[in-house]
C-alpha cells in the first residue's frame, strides 16, 4: 500500500493532483477541499493515500490529514459508498462536518454533498452514527497536515 505521497505539485486538476515523488510522477484524486489547499506548482506537497485496486484500475487518493483518510475509510465501508462518493461527502462538508452530520443523525447535511441521493444518505448514518465518535476522538493528532506547516482549509 502507499501510504503517503511527498515531493513537488507539478499538475492541479479539476478532481487530482500530480505530485512528482523523486521522479515518479503520482496522480492522486483528492476532495475539492484538499485540492483548494493545495500549494502552487513546483512546490512541495505531502498527502496520506489510499490506494484503490480493482480488476482493471489502480487509483490513488490523497487526503491532508489523516483523519480525513481514516474518514474517507470508515465512509467507503459503506455499501454503496464508493470513493469517489466518499471524495464528495468530504469535499463538501470536511471531517468535522461528516462525523457532525453522522453523530446528529442528519441525513440531509450528507445529502448537499454532489450525487449523493436520501437512500444512500440516510444509510450511511444508519450504520455509521455509533461509529462517528471515532473521528471526533482523533482531535487533533488526527488534524495534523501531511506536510509540516502546510495549512489551508481542513
Do not use: N, W
Not at 493532483?17 to 506537497?45: F, K, N, Q, W
Not at 480525513?68 to 459508498?81: A, D, F, K, N
Not at 501531511?146 to 482549509?153: K, P, S, V
Request: charged share 20%; with cysteine.
Amino acid at each position: 500500500m502507499i501510504g503517503k505521497v511527498t515531493g513537488r505539485l507539478d499538475h492541479r486538476g479539476a478532481d487530482h493532483v500530480l505530485i512528482d515523488a523523486g521522479g515518479v510522477g503520482y496522480v492522486v484524486h483528492c476532495s475539492e477541499r484538499t485540492l483548494a489547499a493545495m500549494p502552487g506548482p513546483g512546490e512541495r506537497v505531502a498527502l496520506y493515500t489510499e490506494l484503490l485496486v480493482r480488476e482493471d484500475l489502480m487509483q490513488l487518493f490523497g487526503f491532508r490529514t489523516l483523519a480525513e483518510r481514516e474518514c474517507h475509510r470508515l465512509l467507503t465501508s459503506v455499501q454503496g459508498v464508493g470513493a469517489k462518493a466518499s471524495l464528495a461527502i468530504l469535499g463538501t462538508l470536511g471531517t468535522e462536518g461528516v462525523a457532525r452530520a453522522l453523530s446528529l443523525g442528519d441525513a440531509a447535511a450528507i445529502r448537499a454533498a454532489p450525487g449523493i441521493g436520501p437512500k444512500i444518505a440516510q444509510r450511511l448514518v444508519l450504520e455509521l452514527q455509533a461509529k462517528a465518535p471515532s473521528i471526533l476522538a482523533m482531535g487533533a493528532a488526527g488534524a495534523q497536515p501531511a506536510l509540516a506547516g502546510a495549512g489551508g482549509a481542513g
